[in-house]
Each structure stands twice: as structure tokens, then as C-alpha cells.
């Protein structure tokens, strides 16, 4: 945008968001598609790639020349004033911010996948938070869901040998809750711990305190 007046011109340059996104996508690693951030590597003619997949190149995948431990100074310096979009945009996510939070936004962001919430390591299902409750039910089948404020957590056979699960999904304030009642041996002795996990964002968990 540019003004006169009198005897003085001045001249602004103004980015639109358009072209904001065709500055982020400057650093986009020709390897991996992922956004390559600060501190930045190049390749002996310039050419950039993310530090994961640097390591595993033994040349540079757009001019074949040698990479090397170069830093670009210049393009750390540029990614100071772009705003990223988060990893997660595909799936939904409408956030930009700077290169130094991204990392802390996308490990809460509502749009990563979610693991499934059942305690153990035996469910590897990964999938969006609207969809937790879904597979909850089509897999997990024999976890009962009680309707309701208040509600009675009965657990039996406390005599099995070793660490145990109890697990139970509570419905009320229109959220789902899943209840865990856990078992631990320790030293001949038995030890009971209780964990209520809402199936929800991260935001929504900080609406709620359970007594």
C-alpha cells in the first residue's frame, strides 16, 4: 500500500495470507513433505532437508551435490517471522503459529491421533478423538457403560494373581468417562489405584475435577 503526501511518498509492502502460506512452504522438506525447522541444514548448494531425513540421504535429493553440516543462517532467520501450519491441518486443524510452539501445540492438539484408551499394551488402534468411542464399542465389547452422576464400580475377583484391570465407562454430563480400577503387588502386599479418564480434548478435561 503506498501514500503522498505533500512531498513525502512512503510505501508499505503487506502479505496476504496467501502468500504467507507460499513462504511456509519454502521449508517444506523435499524428502518428506514435513516443515523443516530451526536449526536448518543445507546441502552444498543450498538446497534444505529436514534433520530426520538428512541422515539417511548421501546426497542431495534435488541436486545430487554432497550435504554436509552446513547450517542456512539465513532461512533460520526467516522461519522467525512465518507462521506454520500445524501437522495436523488434514485432519482438521485450522491453527498457524511460530516454529517454536509448534511442537508444544501439536503434542495437545484435538486433531492428533488418538490411542485407544483401554489400560495394557494389547490395542494398537490409533484414530481422531470422534472416533474413540466408536471403537470402544465395536472392539472393546465387554466394558459396561453405566448412565449417570452417581454410580456403583463393582469389581470382582480381587484374588487373581498379579497386577489386574477393572474397567468401566460412566456416561454423564454428556461426556463418557472411562473408569480404571488398577491392582499392583508390591512386596507381598496389594495396591489399589483408581484413574477416570474423560474420552475428550484435552480442554474439555479441564471443565472437570474428580473428588
Not at 463393582?154 to 465407562?169: I, K, Q, R, Y
Amino acid at each position: 500500500m503506498s501514500h503522498f503526501s505533500g512531498d513525502h511518498f512512503t510505501s508499505r509492502a503487506m502479505a496476504s495470507p496467501g502468500s504467507l502460506a507460499d513462504l511456509a512452504s519454502l521449508f517444506e522438506c523435499p524428502v518428506c513433505f514435513h516443515y523443516i525447522l530451526p536449526p536448518i541444514q543445507q546441502c552444498e548448494n543450498g538446497h534444505l532437508a529436514c534433520p530426520t531425513c538428512t541422515p539417511i540421504l548421501t546426497s542431495c535429493l534435488i541436486c545430487r551435490g554432497q550435504i554436509g553440516n552446513i547450517r542456512n543462517l539465513a532461512m533460520d532467520k526467516v522461519a522467525s517471522t512465518v507462521l506454520f501450519p500445524c501437522k495436523y491441518t488434514p485432519s482438521g486443524c485450522t491453527v498457524t503459529l511460530p516454529h517454536t510452539e509448534k511442537t508444544d501445540h501439536e503434542g495437545s492438539c484435538e486433531f492428533r491421533p488418538y490411542s485407544c484408551p483401554c489400560p495394557g499394551s494389547s490395542c494398537r488402534w490409533q484414530g481422531s478423538l470422534e472416533h474413540v468411542l466408536s471403537h470402544l464399542h465395536r472392539v472393546h465389547k465387554s466394558i459396561t457403560t453405566l448412565q449417570g452422576e452417581d454410580i456403583i464400580f463393582l469389581a470382582t475377583d480381587f484374588n487373581l494373581p498379579g497386577s489386574v484391570d477393572w474397567v468401566m465407562m460412566q456416561s454423564c454430563f454428556r461426556h463418557h468417562f472411562m473408569l480404571i480400577l488398577e491392582k499392583q503387588e508390591n512386596g507381598g502386599f496389594q495396591q489399589f489405584f483408581a484413574i477416570v479418564q474423560l474420552i475428550g480434548s484435552r480442554k474439555q478435561a479441564e471443565r472437570f475435577a474428580y473428588r
